[in-house]
């Protein structure tokens, strides 16, 4: 298939207000072999999106979701290295001729108390921001000519709360997330009409990356308004309601049971 993004293709109406199907669209979702993008890759399928599922090392898990999925396919690339980053685009569209949502969830962490600041070394900080921030950007920048021609193209971006007030695994990760609320607000305001942008900003959501969290789970279900923490389906019914919100772009929506609030 041709990956010309001005190739003439046969694209699908945009849907009515309230079709919550997704037949015809093609949803790249990266760092989906587990946890939020696993959860998200299932509700897309469900609705009728061909899903491409992406993960930087655990390709079994990623290759037995694409698997589980109608349509679907695997694609291993690790989004921080700008080659990779741009060779997974090309091959959905090779494989797809098409991108209509991209969601930028591949991302990483190290936890270190905030007031550790000697462990907090530049490595840490080159080594998170590469795959959180400049990797998101690459796999954007690669995917932005496909996506001005799709009828509703868009890219939802997985955030933090972190990155919205002063908490999280550690402060390179808090400052990556950071600056990721804000590329989507700048992207949004850049590539408006053509291309929506959003984000969501989980609190703390129970997946394997979180499972011996003990203590942190315990002051969330403490302190959040609804007595929980989340789970990746929380987060991932937030990414669909955005991704059905046709006049929404440039926000970023906490997904924290209230855990601002307190």
Known sequence: ???????????????????????????????????????LARRLARLGATVVVNS?????AGQALADQLPGA?????DVAREDEARQLVETVLTRHGRLDLLVNNAGTTQVIPHHDLDAATPEVWRRIFDVNVIGTWQVTVAAVPYLRTAPDGQVVNVSSLAGERPTGSSIPYACSKAALSHMTRLLANTLGPDIRVNAVAPG????????????VRSFVTAQAPLGRTATPDDVAEVVLGLVRSRYVTGEVVLVDG?????
């Open 56 to 60: 930087a090392r655990s390709v079994e």
């Open 73 to 77: 396919d695997y694609v291993q690339a």
């Open 258 to 262: 209230g855990v601002h609030l307190r």
């Open 204 to 215: 703390l959501v129970d997946t394997p990356w979180t499972e011996d969290w003990d203590a």
């Open 1 to 39: 298939m041709s990956t010309d993004p001005d190739a003439t293709a046969t694209q699908p109406s945009p849907s009515a207000p309230g079709d919550e199907s997704l037949a015809g669209r093609v949803a790249l979702v990266t760092g989906s072999s587990s946890g939020i993008g696993a959860a």
